[in-house]
Structures are given as structure tokens and as C-alpha cells.
């Protein structure tokens, strides 16, 4: 069973702070999400990884993909109240292309 | 714009009664999923669906039942409600690429009483 450790679980941070969101797995994936959670709805995804090493940047995020491909995090700058969320991460691997394993989640709060 | 809905948002049964979460999709997906989500526990598969009357088991697929009997629509059933099935249940569905995302519907949040 592949699993994904995600860290920290609760991040309460003021506007304009930097934050980084850990997963972490013993586990290759051949690809990793990241998506995002705001409450009453369900996830919807900000990024796809799929390369070793790779970094990919949407405005203020910054995810990256461990280059044993084991790993990501996702990185905010200057974070907004706007970015408050439940952000999971989600990896495919094993041969499966359709089954998503998913962290347990990081809550952040943007306080104004 | 593409979308996935659920029957209800909220719902409360009680303890034995036979439910039904229906789930449908308007982008001709081949896969379809149910989750539930808990607290401190994460998303969980309960069954995914990867064509018409096609279904595989997910991790937690104990006390529960799909029916995917048209392309565009799939079903949770749980046979007999139980307590420790209160819980927000998350339908989503996507295509089969390596990149390709789910999309997931807005929840339905079951309470068994």
C-alpha cells in the first residue's frame, strides 16, 4: 500500500508570510497532485508533476517534484487570505493510472 | 464548464436504513470514484468504476455498494446504514491520462443517527 505522509497537518499564518507544504512517501509515483479544498466543496486540482526534479510555478505557488520522485512540496509567497484551504496532495503510481492516493491533507489559514 | 453533482448536500438517515448517493458527470468520463472524508483521516476510495457496469473494489469498500449502470452516472449504496458511516462522501470522475485531473462533485454529508 502506497502512502503519503503530508506535513504540517494545521498552518495558521499571517497575510504576507511564506509557508511550504511537505509530502513525503517511501513510495515512487509517476506522477503527483496537488489540489486544493475550500470548505463546502470538493478538491480541485492546481498542478500535475511528473518529472523528476521538476518546478512548476502558478503566480505565487511553487511546486516541486523530488528527483527520486518520492516526494513534492508546494511553496506560497506572500500568502493572501484567499489561499486559505484545505490543500491535499495525491500521487499515481503501482501501474495505475486511474487510482489516486491522497495525503491526509495541510490546513492553511491566511489571517488578514 | 465541466461538472460533477451529487443528489444531496446534506442527508440524514437512520441507524439500518438503505441509502442511496447518486453522482453524476457531464464530460463522458470512463472513470468514476467515491470517496468519504474524515477528519484527520484523509480522502479514502471506497469504489471506482472505469467503464458502464464495471467496478473495483477501493480501500474501505466494507458496508458499501456501487451501481454505474449509464456511462454519465454512478451510485453509492449503503445497505444498511451504521453510524460509523456518518461522513462527507465525495463523488468524483476523470479520464485515463497520467496528467489527467478528477473532478470532484461539492460533497454530500451523511449523518446516520
Known amino acids: 500500500t502506497q502512502l503519503l505522509e503530508q506535513s504540517p497537518q494545521f498552518l495558521s499564518i499571517q497575510e504576507g508570510e511564506n509557508l511550504t507544504v511537505y509530502c513525503n512517501s517511501s513510495?515512487?509515483?509517476?506522477?503527483l497532485q496537488w489540489y486544493r479544498q475550500e470548505p463546502g466543496e470538493g478538491p480541485v486540482l492546481l498542478v500535475t508533476?511528473?518529472?523528476?526534479?521538476e518546478v512548476k510555478k502558478l503566480k505565487r505557488l511553487t511546486f516541486q517534484f523530488g528527483d527520486a520522485r518520492k516526494d513534492s512540496s508546494l511553496h506560497i509567497t506572500a500568502a493572501q487570505p484567499g489561499d486559505t484551504g484545505l490543500y491535499l496532495c495525491a500521487g499515481r503510481g503501482g501501474g495505475s493510472n486511474y487510482k489516486l492516493t491522497f495525503g491526509k491533507g495541510t490546513l492553511l489559514t491566511v489571517n488578514p | 464548464d465541466v461538472k460533477v453533482t451529487q443528489s444531496s448536500r446534506y442527508l440524514v438517515k437512520r441507524t439500518g436504513e438503505k441509502v442511496f448517493l447518486e453522482c453524476v458527470q457531464d464530460?463522458?468520463?470512463?472513470?468514476m470514484f467515491w470517496y468519504r472524508q474524515d477528519p484527520g483521516l484523509g480522502l479514502r476510495l471506497i469504489y471506482f468504476s472505469y467503464d458502464v457496469k464495471m467496478k473495483e473494489k477501493g480501500d474501505i469498500p466494507e458496508g458499501y455498494s456501487v451501481s454505474r449502470e449509464k456511462k454519465e452516472r454512478f451510485s453509492l449504496i449503503l445497505e444498511s446504514a451504521s453510524t460509523n458511516q456518518t461522513s462527507m462522501y465525495l463523488c468524483?470522475?476523470?479520464?485515463?491520462?497520467?496528467?489527467?485531473?478528477?473532478?470532484f462533485g461539492p460533497g454530500t454529508r451523511l449523518t446516520v443517527t
Open positions: 468524483a470522475s476523470s479520464l485515463w491520462g497520467e496528467m489527467d485531473e478528477q473532478y
Open positions: 508533476v511528473v518529472t523528476g526534479g
Open positions: 464530460m463522458d468520463h470512463e472513470n
Open positions: 513510495s515512487v509515483f509517476s506522477s
